[in-house]
């Protein structure tokens, strides 16, 4: 079998073809490995540090707020309306449950709202001296937009003063495939609030760990 000679044209073409294969594996083995590879790494890991840091901007933007009812509920603190009416910090945590799910079916007639799940969260015991003590529970909702509207508002704007905090929401993709835009928002929060600490507290537990060395 006999080759025949290539036109100066398919020699310009297979020559071009051969560069372009010879850049590509060029640019996967001396560029894309060693260079983009990692570089579009580094630039994954710069997008989580961005999300991290909006997160603790956003948490250190609310300080303000925060100190400033705190500021309130110290200045009137003469007004009860302002605290939570029980003085037990586990009634005051399942009242609080209660006021949530009272006040989400208060809102049922603006849509779908209700509760999925409630729990007091744990808090450090407060130190000798201070007027009060804050109780937070976590609320996790299956609930509709204006719904949840209404309830973020009465829930903020009344009396006693509640704190929404560690807000987030989304919608569960399995169930928005079943029902496209009806499907309800999963919603997750902590709601706080404050019962005056009882008076004696801080004496009660001087006393507690002034007898714990007496045998």
Not at 145 to 153: E, K, R
Request: glycine share 6%.
């Amino acid at each position: 079998m006999n080759l025949r000679p290539m036109k100066p044209a398919e020699s310009r073409i297979a020559a071009i073809g051969l560069l372009v294969l010879v850049l590509v594996l060029a640019y996967f083995i001396l560029l894309h490995w060693w260079f983009v590879a990692p570089l579009r790494n580094i630039d994954s890991q710069m997008d989580d540090l961005r999300d991290t840091q909006s997160r603790y901007a956003a948490a250190i933007a609310e300080k303000p707020q925060l100190e400033k009812r705190l500021a309130e509920l110290g200045r009137y603190s003469t007004d009860s309306s302002t605290f939570l009416p029980e003085t037990d910090p586990n009634a005051a945590a399942a009242g609080l449950m209660q006021r949530v799910v009272d006040d989400a079916a208060a809102h049922a007639q603006e849509g779908s709202c209700e509760v999925a799940q409630k729990m007091p969260v744990p808090n450090p015991p407060i130190t000798p001296g201070d007027p009060y003590k804050k109780v937070v529970v976590s609320i996790s909702l299956h609930c509709d937009m204006q719904p949840l509207i209404g309830l973020l508002y009465t829930l903020e704007k009344g009396k006693p003063y509640l704190f929404v905090q560690d807000f987030s929401v989304y919608r569960n993709p399995l169930v928005a495939a079943q029902k496209g835009a009806s499907a309800p928002l999963e919603v997750q929060f902590t709601l706080g609030g404050y019962v005056h600490a009882p008076a004696n507290s801080g004496a009660a537990q001087g006393n507690d760990a002034a007898g714990g060395d007496q045998p």
